[in-house]
């Protein structure tokens, strides 16, 4: 049974780490992807004055390494503060929200990833269940610093986060601004060199098959570390 357990977990791993489906430009490398350790909805999204904003404080999260640095998933703390004064509009069945600026920062001891951004896009679909933050703006560069990886010197960086079970669902409020809400969060981070943005935003209903698969590599990695201390 252990053997087929780390055999299973294996290959969960494997598969994510050579997939390349959360970049949001076709030429990007997804450098690093990132899951909850735990389902409960560590992102908030909250109402501010003349606008909205986004929080995650030290949540545990696994960050998970696939280029650029030694290739595996990592217990980690994430942390987020973003916000935007952009009004919410509406593009036919989804709602969106730009401008949105802010930090996202992966560290357990060191810096695994630091993220500074500038104009990324909130989506939300028509039925307020999932939303996807984007960065694809060439004219607004991501940053990125880290003690774990040797990044290269990208020409065009990207990046996307996926939220599901927003409770309660997402609405726009009187005043056009977004009303609050907790979530799960999951997402990647990539780059390019020598290439230019070509791919197109994901939409937020295909996040939720990508987020159930990061859960599968919680899981596995949970009930590692479970197994392990019962077998001490």
């Known amino acids: 049974m252990t053997l087929f357990r780390n055999f299973a977990g294996a290959a969960i791993a494997a598969a994510i780490l050579a997939s390349p489906a959360l970049a949001v430009d076709s030429g990007s490398v997804t450098f690093a992807q990132f899951t909850q350790q735990t389902s409960n909805k560590i992102a908030q999204y909250n109402a501010i004055a003349g606008g909205n904003s986004l929080t995650i ?10 280029a650029f640095g030694p290739i595996g998933f990592y217990p980690s703390t994430m942390t987020m503060s973003a916000s935007s004064n952009a009004m919410v509009t509406s593009l036919g069945p989804q709602f969106q929200q730009l401008g949105w600026t802010g930090n996202i920062h992966f560290g357990n001891g060191a810096n695994y990833l630091d993220v500074n951004f500038t104009n990324a896009t909130f989506s939300f679909d028509g039925a307020g269940g999932s939303a996807s933050m984007i960065s694809t703006d060439p004219s607004n560069p991501i940053s990125y610093t880290s003690n774990l990886l040797t990044l290269p010197d990208f ?73 392990a201390t019962v077998a001490s």
């Open 57 to 66: 404080l030290e949540s545990p999260v696994y960050f998970v390494v696939s």
């Open 155 to 227: 020409d065009f960086r990207n990046f996307s986060l996926a939220f599901t079970g927003l409770t309660p669902a997402f609405t726009v409020a009187a005043n056009g601004y977004g009303t609050p809400f907790n979530a799960n969060v999951a997402g990647s981070f990539a780059g390019s060199v020598g290439e230019g943005p070509t791919g197109g935003v994901p939409e937020p209903s295909s996040w939720a098959m990508m987020l159930a698969g990061f859960g599968m590599v919680g899981f596995t990695a949970r009930r590692r570390a479970t197994m």
